[in-house]
Nanobody, 121 residues
Framework: QVQLVESGGGLVQAGGSLRLSCEAS????????MGWFRQAPGKEREFVAS????????YYADSVKGRFTISRDNAKNTVYLQMNSLKPEDTAVYYC??????????????WGQGTQVTVSS
């Protein structure tokens, strides 16, 4: 059974930092892409960043480029999202996902339960 478990969300002031973690289990993910998406109240789920597990190639939404960094630890089967210079508009529930990859949520087969990130102004 595939499980993606996120952690690391919380409340932070604008300009601050948080690091999200996503621990994956239940199958081999070496051929997969791991992605982070977010969903704010009343808005659609949107792509944040992704990483190819095997190559380490990374992709970012323009809104987070230069502020967020996605990385992976193969030994721990864990993907991270380091978020710096946070803005109030980054407030959302952040989801970890695994699948074929891409910018669309449809490209991912497995999802975590989500972790809340709130940035105060």
């Amino acid at each position: 059974q595939v499980q993606l478990v996120e952690s690391g969300g919380g409340l932070v002031q604008a300009g601050g930092s948080l690091r999200l973690s996503c621990e994956a289990s239940g199958r081999t993910f070496s051929s997969y892409a791991m992605g982070w998406f977010r969903q704010a109240p009343g808005k659609e789920r949107e792509f944040v960043a992704s990483i190819r597990w095997s190559s380490g190639n990374t992709y970012y939404a323009d809104s987070v480029k230069g502020r967020f960094t996605i990385s992976r630890d193969n030994a721990k089967n864990t993907v991270y999202l380091q978020m710096n210079s946070l803005k109030p508009e980054d407030t959302a529930v952040y989801y970890c996902a695994a699948g074929g990859g891409g910018w669309s949520a449809n490209g991912y087969d497995y999802w975590g339960q989500g972790t809340q990130v709130t940035v105060s102004s």
